[in-house]
């Protein structure tokens, strides 16, 4: 199983990102993914869920209304759309699938700062 995110940056507050996480090695389109991002000294924290199809996706509180978790079942990637960045913002965010027992991507850094 591999995970592989990508996307983070260095960006001004209220620009926008949008993070990939291309996968193999298990049935992405019968699988659930989700991101997480964890902050500097902090716990690391539930950002977004999608199912298998794609139809129910649901949000950690601070990226509702900001951020739009989809998928691509033909390129078995996973996507994380950031609007509105805010410092907070800030953080590794990681891939998850909930396939098998605790996979993640190796995270990717996003810094929001002016």
Not at 26 to 47: D, I, N, V
Request: proline share 3%; with cysteine.
């Amino acid at each position: 199983v591999q995970l592989v995110d990508s996307g983070g940056d260095l960006v001004q507050p209220g620009a926008s990102l949008r993070l990939s996480c291309v996968t193999s090695g298990f049935p992405f389109s019968r699988t659930a993914m989700r991101w997480y991002r964890q902050a500097s000294g902090k716990e690391r924290e539930f950002a977004a869920h999608i199912s298998s199809t794609g139809d129910v996706t649901n949000y950690g509180d601070t990226g509702k209304g900001r951020f739009a978790i989809s998928r691509d079942n033909a390129k078995n990637t996973v996507f994380l759309q950031m609007n509105n960045l805010k410092p907070e913002d800030t953080a590794v965010y990681y891939c998850y699938t909930l396939y098998g027992s605790n996979y993640w991507g190796q995270g990717t850094q996003v810094t929001v700062s002016s």
